[in-house]
C-alpha cells in the first residue's frame, strides 16, 4: 500500500513533454513538501510515457505515477477524473496542485466535488501555516494556505481548507519559478493498472478528431515587454507601442482593461487573468496597476512606468516613473534610442 498524507502534482504530458506549468508545480511542491516533512509525488495520465519520469525526477519528485492506456490521450474528462478520484481515495493525499490549464479547470472541479474536498482556483502564491477557526477557538497546523485576489482584485485573500482533504488548488503557468531540484534526483515509478481505477463505460466519449491552434504571440518569453493600459486612450495610440517594442526588439502586452476597451487583442493581456511575465525590462505606459495586473508583472527585473498621474498604484513597485503623457514620452524614447543605438 502506497504511503498517505502526501503531496501531489497532476502533470500534463502532451507531445513527449510535460507541461512547462506541472513543472512549475513540482518546484513549488517540493519547497511546500519540504516544510510539510511528507513526499512530492506526481501522477500522468495518457498514453505512451516511457521516461515521462526522466522530464519529473529533476523537479524533486518522489514518486511518479503512471496510468497508461491509448483511450487516455488526448484528454477525456470522465476517465481522467475517475482514475484521479479512485487513486486518491487509496493513497489519500493531504495536497493536490495542478495548472489552471483547460485541463485543470474541467479536472480539478470534477475530482475535488466528488471527494468533497474543495478547490481554490487561479492561486497566486501557496504557503504552509496554522489557522484558527475565529468561531469555534480550534487551531489547525500546517495547512495549504491558498491565497488569491478577491472581490474584483480589491483584497488579496488567503484560503484554507482545514477538515477534508485533499486540499486543492490550480495555478495559472508563469504564476510559480520553474526550477531543477537537483539533476541527478531518482524516485520511484508506480504504474497503475488503468483497469483498476477507471471503467470501461468511462471511455463513452471518443474524440474524433482534434485541432489545437498555437498562440501566435510569444509573450512570455520575451526579455523586454513594452505594454499599455486604458490610459494609453485608443487603439490608434497603441500603434506607439508597437513602434517603440519594434525599437527595442520588444514584445507588445496589455492590462485587462485595455483589452475590454478593445484596443488590443485578449493574447496580449498581461495579469491575473492573462499571462505572467517576467522581463528583464518591463515599460509600463498608461497603466494604473490594480492589483491583478501587478501579480502578472512584478517580479520584472526593472520596470518604468510611464503615467500622467503621479500617484498611480504602479509607481510604487516601479524602479524608474517618467510622469507625463504617454504621446509625447513614447516617441521621445524612440528618437533618443535610435539615435544612440547606432
Do not use: W
Not at 476597451?261 to 517576467?278: D, K, P, S
Not at 512606468?305 to 513597485?317: G, L
Request: charged share 25%; net charge negative; hydrophobic share 40%.
Amino acid at each position: 500500500m502506497a504511503d498517505k498524507n502526501n503531496l501531489i502534482v497532476y502533470c500534463e504530458y502532451e507531445d513527449g513533454r510535460v507541461a512547462d506549468v506541472s513543472l512549475e508545480l513540482l518546484t513549488k511542491g517540493r519547497v511546500l513538501a519540504n516544510r510539510l516533512g511528507v513526499k512530492l509525488e506526481a501522477v500522468v495520465i495518457g498514453d505512451k510515457l516511457d521516461g515521462v519520469e526522466d522530464q519529473i525526477f529533476p523537479y524533486g519528485a518522489d514518486t511518479v505515477y503512471k496510468i497508461e492506456d491509448e483511450r487516455l490521450y488526448p484528454y477525456t474528462s470522465n476517465p481522467h477524473a475517475a482514475a484521479l478520484i479512485n487513486l486518491f481515495k487509496e493513497i489519500e493525499p493531504q495536497v493536490c496542485l495542478m495548472g489552471a490549464t483547460c485541463i485543470g479547470r474541467d479536472l480539478g472541479p470534477r475530482v475535488s466535488s466528488c471527494l468533497h474536498s474543495g478547490l481554490t482556483a487561479d492561486c497566486t502564491a501557496l504557503e504552509i501555516g496554522d489557522h484558527k477557526d475565529a468561531k469555534t477557538g480550534k487551531e489547525y497546523k500546517d495547512l495549504l494556505l491558498q491565497i488569491r485576489p478577491a472581490f474584483g482584485g480589491n483584497i488579496v485573500a488567503t484560503i484554507v481548507n482545514p477538515e477534508h482533504r485533499p486540499q486543492m488548488a490550480t495555478v495559472r503557468e508563469g504564476v510559480m519559478k520553474k526550477e531543477v531540484f537537483d539533476p541527478a534526483h531518482k524516485g520511484e515509478v508506480v504504474k497503475l493498472d488503468p483497469k483498476k481505477y477507471i471503467a470501461d463505460t468511462d471511455y463513452v466519449v471518443e474524440i474524433i478528431d482534434r485541432h489545437i491552434e498555437k498562440s501566435k504571440v510569444n509573450i512570455k518569453n520575451s526579455p523586454i515587454i513594452v505594454a499599455g493600459g486604458y490610459g494609453v486612450g485608443s487603439k490608434e495610440n497603441f500603434q506607439l507601442l508597437y513602434d517603440l517594442a519594434q525599437t527595442l526588439g520588444a514584445e507588445v502586452g496589455a492590462s485587462r482593461a485595455a483589452v475590454d476597451a478593445g484596443f488590443i487583442e485578449h493574447e496580449r493581456q498581461i495579469g491575473q487573468t492573462g499571462v505572467t511575465v517576467r522581463p528583464k525590462l518591463y515599460i509600463a505606459c498608461g497603466i494604473s496597476g490594480q492589483i491583478q495586473h501587478i501579480a502578472g508583472m512584478q517580479e520584472s527585473s526593472i520596470i518604468i512606468s510611464i503615467n500622467n498621474d503621479p500617484n498611480a498604484p504602479i509607481n510604487k513597485i516601479a524602479d524608474f516613473v517618467i510622469t507625463g503623457d504617454m504621446e509625447e514620452v513614447v516617441p521621445k524614447l524612440i528618437k533618443y534610442y535610435k539615435k544612440n543605438s547606432k
